[in-house]
């Protein structure tokens, strides 16, 4: 049997049974329906390569239909036939994304050359899509920035989660990197060849939530001028992320709970069900078991979300990932506005470190840019960073007096030295692999060994 599946949409009854035939000769998989509606309704079940499509269907033509089609399967090829063909039609045709166009009635030779070009171009097209998620898979991890402990704990098991199929509630405060974690899931899971689709529960208006997330029928509503997918329906075979589930109310939580139970949604004034596949992922930063408690969230959809549940630390707890995050948009914003910054200083940097953050992430790189657009020279300093955010300032803790800082820091420097010596000796002096184990660069270790008089 020859590779490739091939959708028939055609109403002749005579017609179809030529293509059919003509298929099945061939020793192609296909499968033959009389109209656009239901070949969306198969679509939904299964997948296709290459779709044979009549132009004059009844209720909505060949265009429209593919159109549609296309949504959930954009690698999927077509081609059209008419009895009534015209050259702007064709244009219009090739213009949409049709391979090719032809009028009846049908030369079968040509037609089996150019299904065989269109299962190709599939083919092709399929393994281009991989070669790029093998891309997005590595970025989609190493957007996840940070040596710390406790950003390795997350990336740990975003990795463990990521290949099942189990949904995830993902908690951190504003700015953290919630959709990051989400997208990581997404493109290190089977489904990243499906759609990633995202909705922010708190941006869209209460009146207008069920029709965003399971569509609506041409003429439900006024406004209603044509149907229309919902997010549930767009993330068919992919990921749906809820980001800040904790703001839906009460009466739509009934709703979404009553689709991931049954696999299945309605349009708003729909009366057929629609079967989903998707992988639920929600970002909150809420307190959601007090949110249960205070009877603002359904119990039953909080146990459905919180299968496995990955708790992003704020970035006022983990300081020491400061420096990877405000040079990796050093490097960004430099390339975007076509600067030359060098570095944050020292002092700049140690400004930083000493924040906290209450915006995380988000506000971190928000100073970056910042200061990246109105330096004066290659370097950031402590002054263009205060002049340029003000509240840096106001955050530097106080320091204490010359004899406690000076306690502190023998006791700090004591430490170190004790740490860094007990790590060279485990790894037998091989210097890569002991910065590698204390998390910090060659160069660091060097300079640090040789300031304790640890030289070998």
Same mark, same amino acid.
């Given at each position: 049997?020859?590779?490739?599946?091939?959708?028939?949409?055609?109403?002749?009854?005579?017609?179809?049974?030529?293509?059919?035939?003509?298929?099945?000769?061939?020793?192609?998989?296909?499968?033959?329906?009389?109209?656009?509606?239901?070949?969306?309704?198969?679509?939904?079940?299964?997948?296709?390569?290459?779709?044979?499509?009549?132009?004059?269907?009844?209720?909505?033509?060949?265009?429209?239909?593919?159109?549609?089609?296309?949504?959930?399967?954009?690698?999927?090829?077509?081609?059209?036939?008419?009895?009534?063909?015209?050259?702007?039609?064709?244009?219009?045709?090739?213009?949409?994304?049709?391979?090719?166009?032809?009028?009846?009635?049908?030369?079968?030779?040509?037609?089996?050359?150019?299904?065989?070009?269109?299962?190709?171009?599939?083919?092709?097209?399929?393994?281009?899509?991989?070669?790029?998620?093998?891309?997005?898979?590595?970025?989609?991890?190493?957007?996840?920035?940070?040596?710390?402990?406790?950003?390795?704990? #997350?990336?740990? *098991?975003?990795? /463990?989660?990521? !290949?099942?199929?189990?949904?995830? &509630?993902? @908690?951190? $405060?504003? %700015?953290?990197?919630?959709?990051?974690?989400?997208?990581?899931?997404?493109?290190?899971?089977?489904?990243?060849?499906?759609?990633?689709?995202?909705?922010?529960?708190?941006?869209?208006?209460?009146?207008?939530?069920?029709?965003?997330?399971?569509?609506?029928?041409?003429?439900?509503?006024?406004?209603? #001028?044509?149907? *229309?997918?919902? /997010?549930?329906? !767009?993330?068919?075979?992919?990921? &749906?992320? @809820?980001? $800040?589930? %904790?703001?839906?109310?009460?009466?739509?939580?009934?709703?979404?709970?009553?689709?991931?139970?049954?696999?299945?949604?309605?349009?708003?004034?729909?009366?057929?069900?629609?079967?989903?596949?998707?992988?639920?992922?929600?970002?909150?930063?809420?307190?959601?078991?007090?949110?249960?408690?205070?009877?603002?969230?359904?119990?039953?959809l909080f146990y459905r979300l919180n299968v496995v549940c990955i708790p992003i630390p704020p970035l006022r707890e983990r300081p020491e990932d400061i420096p990877i995050l405000a040079n990796h948009f050093l490097r960004l914003y430099n390339e975007k506005f076509k600067k030359g910054i060098e570095s944050?200083?020292?002092?700049?940097?140690?400004?930083?470190?000493?924040?906290?953050?209450?915006?995380?992430?988000?506000?971190?790189?928000?100073?970056?840019?910042?200061?990246?657009?109105?330096?004066?020279?290659?370097?950031?300093?402590?002054?263009?960073?205060?002049?340029?955010?003000?509240?840096?300032?106001?955050?530097?803790?106080?320091?204490?007096?010359?004899?406690?800082?000076?306690?502190?820091?023998?006791?700090?420097?004591?430490?170190e030295k004790r740490l860094i010596l007990e790590a060279l000796k485990e790894e037998n002096w091989k210097r890569q692999e002991t910065a590698d184990r204390l998390g910090i660069s060659r160069k660091s270790l060097h300079n640090k060994m040789k300031k304790y008089g640890l030289e070998r």
């Amino acid at each position: 049997m020859n590779s490739g599946r091939i959708l028939i949409i055609e109403d002749d009854e005579g017609m179809r049974f030529f293509l059919t035939e003509t298929l099945a000769k061939e020793g192609y998989d296909h499968r033959p329906v009389a109209s656009g509606e239901e070949a969306l309704k198969l679509a939904r079940k299964e997948k296709f390569d290459v779709v044979i499509i009549d132009y004059n269907l009844p209720k909505m033509n060949g265009l429209e239909t593919f159109r549609r089609l296309r949504e959930g399967n954009p690698n999927m090829e077509a081609i059209m036939i008419t009895a009534f063909g015209s050259r702007d039609l064709a244009i219009t045709a090739m213009n949409e994304g049709i391979l090719d166009f032809f009028n009846k009635p049908l030369d079968v030779a040509e037609i089996r050359v150019v299904i065989h070009r269109a299962l190709e171009r599939c083919q092709l097209k399929t393994e281009i899509q991989s070669l790029r998620h093998q891309l997005d898979e590595t970025q989609g991890m190493e957007r996840i920035l940070g040596g710390s402990r406790a950003v390795q704990n #997350v990336v740990e *098991r975003v990795r /463990k989660v990521a !290949q099942s199929n189990v949904a995830v &509630l993902i @908690l951190g $405060e504003s %700015g953290t990197g919630k959709e990051l974690v989400a997208q990581a899931l997404h493109y290190t899971s089977p489904r990243w060849r499906g759609p990633f689709v995202k909705v922010n529960c708190a941006a869209v208006p209460q009146e207008l939530l069920e029709a965003e997330f399971f569509g609506y029928e041409k003429g439900a509503f006024t406004g209603a #001028v044509k149907t *229309r997918r919902g /997010k549930f329906e !767009q993330a068919h075979g992919g990921t &749906l992320f @809820l980001d $800040e589930i %904790g703001d839906m109310p009460l009466t739509t939580q009934m709703k979404i709970l009553r689709a991931i139970q049954e696999n299945e949604i309605e349009h708003v004034g729909g009366e057929d069900p629609i079967k989903i596949d998707i992988r639920l992922l929600a970002a909150t930063n809420k307190d959601l078991e007090k949110a249960v408690a205070e009877g603002t969230f359904r119990e039953d959809l909080f146990y459905r979300l919180n299968v496995v549940c990955i708790p992003i630390p704020p970035l006022r707890e983990r300081p020491e990932d400061i420096p990877i995050l405000a040079n990796h948009f050093l490097r960004l914003y430099n390339e975007k506005f076509k600067k030359g910054i060098e570095s944050v200083s020292p002092e700049g940097m140690e400004l930083l470190q000493s924040y906290s953050w209450p915006g995380n992430i988000r506000e971190l790189e928000n100073v970056i840019q910042r200061g990246i657009v109105l330096a004066y020279n290659d370097v950031v300093g402590k002054k263009e960073l205060i002049d340029v955010y003000p509240p840096l300032a106001d955050n530097v803790p106080e320091t204490a007096g010359p004899k406690l800082q000076d306690q502190v820091d023998a006791v700090a420097s004591l430490t170190e030295k004790r740490l860094i010596l007990e790590a060279l000796k485990e790894e037998n002096w091989k210097r890569q692999e002991t910065a590698d184990r204390l998390g910090i660069s060659r160069k660091s270790l060097h300079n640090k060994m040789k300031k304790y008089g640890l030289e070998r």
